[in-house]
């Protein structure tokens, strides 16, 4: 999501194995807690774009470090199984 706005579609695309009803519960949560917001697009039919908050970029810059770890760590963490 902090890679800019997405539409429902584009992201049931993008996460591979997820289904729409457990997607649409995950957005539904991010924007409870202020990490997206869902905006309605003036088109027929009605459709939604998801869209990152400025709370939810702010934790970029730990969710670059999560990635540069994991990639660091990466053989150790297949070696475990």
Known sequence: ???GSH???NIVQA???I???VLSKELKALEINKLVKKIAQD???IRFEYHPTAYCLS???IVDEMIKW???HRNKI???F
């Open 15 to 17: 996460i591979p194995k």
């Open 43 to 45: 088109e027929y039919p």
């Open 70 to 72: 994991g990639r660091r």
């Open 7 to 9: 539409r429902f579609g």
């Open 19 to 21: 289904t729409a009803r």
């Open 1 to 3: 999501m902090c890679n």
């Open 59 to 61: 934790m970029q810059p």
């Open 78 to 80: 297949r070696e475990e």
